[in-house]
């Protein structure tokens, strides 16, 4: 993910990575949104990703959700309109 998010600054872009970590402390999923660095403009979904064991419990959903209360709440120039 760092490597990812050092990748996509290069570009001249944020990205924003929300994870959900099982009681056991591994990653258990997690979900992507690119923000352009002025922060308007439009941002877009990278990656989605949920282990199979932990599939089918609204993980991917919860992640999503936060995701998109982040980073409006971060740029809230981002997407006006949307
Ligand atoms: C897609 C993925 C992220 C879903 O994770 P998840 O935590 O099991 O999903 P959720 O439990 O939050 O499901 C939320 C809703 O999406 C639906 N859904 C889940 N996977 C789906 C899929 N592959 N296609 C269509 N709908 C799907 C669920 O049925 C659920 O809908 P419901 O509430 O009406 O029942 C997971 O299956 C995965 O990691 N797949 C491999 C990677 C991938 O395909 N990523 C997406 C592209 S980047």
Known sequence: MRTVAKAVADRGS???????????????????????ADGTGDGHGSGTA???THRGHGLALWMKAES??????????????C
């Open 14 to 36: 944020v990205l924003h990575t929300v994870t959900a970590i099982a009681g056991d402390g591994t990653v258990a999923g997690f979900t992507d949104v690119v923000v352009p």
């Open 50 to 52: 949920v282990l199979a």
């Open 68 to 81: 998109i209360r982040l980073v409006r709440a971060r740029h809230p120039e981002l997407c006006p309109g």
